[in-house]
């Protein structure tokens, strides 16, 4: 009887989801505060539908050394970064040097950047596809299409050196969790935070407001603006991450308060769960709290929440799109003041924007109110942390547009990018940040922020003020 031969193993399919690669230095800041969200979503919703297939995630700590070391070794089909535009050059010459090991795989981008500016990506790196908005469904199809070795130049969602294949619909159901069981929480770190291990959460997609300076391609490519999960499964990945060690969690969307009886709604199934120990951040906006829904936050512990309060001076709120008014900044403040929770402010400095065809901008005489607004919060503690930035106009913004049609994109300085806004000085705007960054390291130092953990920026920071 002839004996029969055994089929060799058939090959796994492995798809490497990969964050451009900042190195171990960068442990403790924000880009490696927490894993990839969108990548750990897509990840979720596609081994779902595909369970043959192999996904690794490359998590932004690692060097560019250990980023190609382990590409060599996984020898994946598929290769995808995610990134945001200003990690525009660290991620092309990632690519670039991932394309040079020579390996037969399939290089596809997402993420912001390639959202906003595919041609960018297609025309100057090896990229063969990128994944334009809400990535989980192209990237369903796109995988399931390959592994059949079907054509993929026709997907919706894409485009490639031969076709804008258009913007795919956003998903309907958003109400499951990301792929929380490949992370390791212990590699990753937050600036400010109560616990020791914490993580983000998505409980919304998207933004029902349009300011100026802000961009977000990726969920505004398409309506509705704003998708709510339900409150219980919120509940159920609040559970979960308690489950997993996490003992504080970052409601990380733009606005949790979007809807304030959905908000509502959300603490009560947190509630429901009794979790001895968790505590919570959020971001919120300043014109949708009110005293019931701070009660609501103080019950699930939340200790901190996140405000864009961006100018003390209500003609700059009203121009750059914010529809809120410093009464209302104030009035929040005050609520959060009395239920015990702390505020975490942020500012911005020169703004600008066009009303009925004409260049606006802030005035230096508006910045120093804002100084003199945060300086005023923090001492009589309505503000417990504050952080600054100059505006620069990201692209993909409004502000973007406008600073192209009046010529006065941005431009690097002292302090960073910033725009060329008529008869300011680059020192003048020099002299008002070198303010805003020393108010913030002595309010750090007054309130004995400055731990092991966030010395290295403070440092930095000081530094930085020295050189100005």
């Known amino acids: 009887m002839k004996q029969k031969t055994s089929e060799p193993p058939k090959k796994k399919f492995k798809v490497v989801f990969a964050d451009p690669p900042f190195g171990r230095e960068s442990k403790g800041e924000a880009v490696t505060e927490s894993p990839n969200l969108g990548i750990l979503y897509i990840i979720s919703y596609v081994r779902q539908r595909l369970p043959d297939i192999e996904f690794i995630y490359l998590e932004p700590f690692l060097s560019m050394q250990e980023h190609l070391e382990k590409i060599k070794e996984i020898k994946p089909d598929v290769y995808a970064i995610s990134f945001t535009t200003p990690r525009r050059e660290l991620s092309f010459e990632t690519i670039a040097k991932v394309k040079n090991l020579g390996l037969s795989m399939l290089m596809v981008a997402g993420g912001a950047h390639p959202t906003i500016d595919p041609q960018d990506v297609i025309n100057n790196?090896?990229?063969?596809?990128?994944?334009?908005?809400?990535?989980?469904?192209?990237?369903?199809?796109?995988?399931?299409?390959?592994?059949?070795?079907?054509?993929?130049?026709?997907?919706?969602?894409?485009?490639?050196?031969?076709?804008?294949?258009?913007?795919?619909?956003?998903?309907k159901n958003i109400d499951f969790l990301p792929a929380w069981d490949i992370i390791d929480f212990e590699n990753y770190d937050v600036a400010v935070s109560k616990k020791r291990r914490m993580a983000?959460?998505?409980?919304?997609?998207?933004?029902p407001n349009y300011c100026t300076y802000c961009s977000n391609p990726v969920w505004k490519l398409e309506k509705p603006w704003v998708r709510q999960r339900s409150p219980k499964n919120i509940a159920e990945e609040v559970n979960y991450l308690y489950n997993k060690g996490i003992r504080e969690?970052?409601?990380?969307?733009?606005?949790?308060?979007?809807?304030?009886?959905?908000?509502?709604?959300?603490?009560?199934?947190?509630?429901?769960?009794?979790?001895?120990?968790?505590?919570?951040?959020?971001?919120?906006?300043?014109?949708?709290?009110?005293?019931?829904?701070?009660?609501?936050?103080?019950?699930?512990?939340?200790?901190?929440?996140?405000?864009?309060?961006?100018?003390?001076?209500?003609?700059?709120?009203?121009?750059?799109?914010?529809?809120?008014?410093?009464?209302?900044n104030l009035k929040t403040l005050k609520i959060l003041k009395e239920h015990?929770?702390?505020?975490?402010?942020?500012?911005?400095?020169?703004?600008?924007?066009?009303?009925?065809?004409?260049?606006?901008?802030?005035?230096?005489?508006?910045?120093?109110?804002?100084?003199?607004?945060?300086?005023?919060?923090?001492?009589?503690?309505?503000?417990?942390?504050?952080?600054?930035?100059?505006?620069?106009?990201?692209?993909?913004?409004?502000?973007?547009?406008?600073?192209?049609?009046?010529?006065?994109?941005?431009?690097?300085?002292?302090?960073?990018?910033?725009?060329?806004?008529?008869?300011?000085?680059?020192?003048?705007?020099?002299?008002?940040?070198?303010?805003?960054?020393?108010?913030?390291?002595?309010?750090?130092?007054?309130?004995?922020?400055?731990?092991?953990?966030?010395?290295?920026?403070?440092?930095?920071?000081?530094?930085?003020?020295?050189?100005?």
């Open 125 to 171: 790196t090896p990229i063969d596809v990128c994944i334009i908005g809400e990535g989980e469904e192209t990237t369903y199809e796109l995988l399931k299409k390959l592994q059949a070795k079907e054509a993929i130049r026709d997907i919706i969602g894409t485009v490639n050196k031969e076709k804008d294949n258009g913007v795919r619909p956003l998903l």
């Open 200 to 207: 983000y959460l998505l409980p919304i997609r998207g933004c």
């Open 249 to 328: 969690i970052y409601l990380r969307s733009d606005t949790f308060n979007v809807d304030i009886k959905w908000c509502l709604e959300v603490c009560d199934e947190i509630l429901k769960l009794g979790l001895k120990g968790m505590t919570f951040q959020c971001n919120l906006r300043a014109d949708k709290v009110n005293s019931e829904l701070a009660q609501r936050l103080k019950a699930i512990n939340v200790w901190l929440v996140h405000i864009g309060l961006e100018s003390a001076n209500d003609r700059v709120l009203k121009g750059i799109g914010k529809n809120v008014t410093q009464e209302d």
């Open 340 to 468: 015990s929770i702390k505020v975490y402010g942020f500012l911005m400095l020169y703004n600008a924007w066009e009303t009925n065809g004409r260049l606006e901008y802030e005035t230096p005489e508006e910045v120093n109110n804002t100084l003199e607004f945060a300086r005023i919060c923090l001492r009589d503690k309505l503000i417990e942390y504050i952080s600054w930035s100059i505006t620069n106009p990201i692209i993909g913004s409004k502000l973007h547009d406008v600073a192209k049609k009046y010529g006065i994109e941005s431009y690097n300085v002292k302090i960073g990018n910033c725009m060329r806004l008529p008869g300011i000085s680059e020192q003048q705007m020099i002299d008002h940040v070198k303010q805003g960054m020393i108010l913030q390291l002595l309010n750090g130092i007054q309130k004995g922020m400055i731990t092991k953990k966030s010395y290295k920026r403070a440092a930095q920071k000081a530094t930085k003020i020295l050189n100005m």
